[in-house]
């Protein structure tokens, strides 16, 4: 792992580095990038960074100062995708003048501050977390959208709906995916090599899978890793997973609902806390063996859940995702194994270093360093505010919530059912978001007014399904 210039100039010459790539990120958490010839790489070029204009990304940058990236050379690695040999950093994004400030807009620079903040409370030295990665592999997709023609084609080889396809043979029924083994398993090579791009990039992998849904849903899961570096980390796997897929003739996405019936993909997140090495969240005498602290780090997520939506399931798809009958969490509360509940405690993370708790409701359109960023933000406030989840009335839920009489349903509190209700919720509870300046009130201001914009975009469009349901009344 490369520490200063000169290392990445070893770097350079080791491996024949032609182009240097430094990687942005906008208010959506999408790379951009500015590339450079290597051989104009040099220690000023860490020093004084790569302008930008950061309204571009989206940030509600008041300031008339220059923005520049400042490339962390901690990030620095080979992007496997650049048939030009191409070394690949990311960093963090300064206001220069007389103070030469961190942009506190900038997402990178927000999960900074909220670790930061965190070590600054004596609550932990470090949070732990574990995003699941869930996405679908299309052999086929094509869409349109315009005046006289709206609608979208995916298509998957081995999807049920081919079973009648002539010398097709190996077809997945409906929501029978999770685990099938080859010849089923048909982009098991392509997974495989995303995971190995993962591990030369530092990036350590628990597993690969086949998911649920059998129109080509699967998931990677990464080992658990210090927020900041993952929040890295999430974005270079989105990159690995987008043109590994293109690299075998394939399509990925993370969208949470792409296929109607089928599960729809989300992005668990699973967390712990850290003091001085020790575990905070781990007491053998607490439920499900966890600590005073980790309920009230529940409390505080519990709290907040429905503005945390906001940032965590920031699109109008996301909420197609979380709907009753496909594993998806849609009642505000906790529970042991139990994955109808938005905060699910796993049995099996018996050994106290690795007992924690999942929150079930993101998904990965979501920007990953606003997501991990609010999330302990929520906790903290959840640890400060003494905030009981069971007192409050959360939990925990140890049956199937699915299961239950409708009377006793209707006494659960839901997540919000649409963007614009979470955008509401987020509007109304975002004080401890700002706690410590962590998140600019600007850059709150300015993704809600974004969100509200995509909703009446999205909601002014009519749908296929419109037409079958509307059309002869």
Known sequence: MAKSVKDIVKMIEENDIKMVDFKMVDINGQFRHVTIPAKN???ETLK???????SNYGYAVVEKSDMVFIPDPETACIDPFCEIPTLSMTGNAMIIDKENRPLAQYPRNIVLAAEKYMQDSGIA??????????????????WKVSPNSIGFEIDVNQAHWNSDVEGMGCVIPKQKAYHVAKPFDASYECRSEMCLLMEEMGIKVKYHHPEVGAA???EIEPQLGKMSKMADASMMIKYIIHNTAAKYGKTATFMPKPVMGEAGSGMHVHMLLLKDGEPVFSDDNGYSNLSETAHYFMGGLLKHIASLCAITNPSTNSFKRLVPGFEAPVTVGYATSNRSAVIRIPAYAKSPKMRRFELRNPDATCNPYFAYAAILMAGLDGVKNKIDPHANGWGPYDVNLYNLPEEEKAKLKSLPTSLEQALDALEADHDYLTAGGVFPEELLTKFIASKRAECREMNAIPTPAEFEKYYNL
Request: no cysteine.
């Open 125 to 142: 030295d470090e949070m732990l977390i574990l995003p699941e990665f869930e996405f679908y592999l299309f052999d086929n997709v094509g």
């Open 41 to 43: 790489f040099s220690e």
């Open 48 to 54: 004084s960074g790569i302008g930008f204009d950061a």
């Open 216 to 218: 080509g849903q699967f």
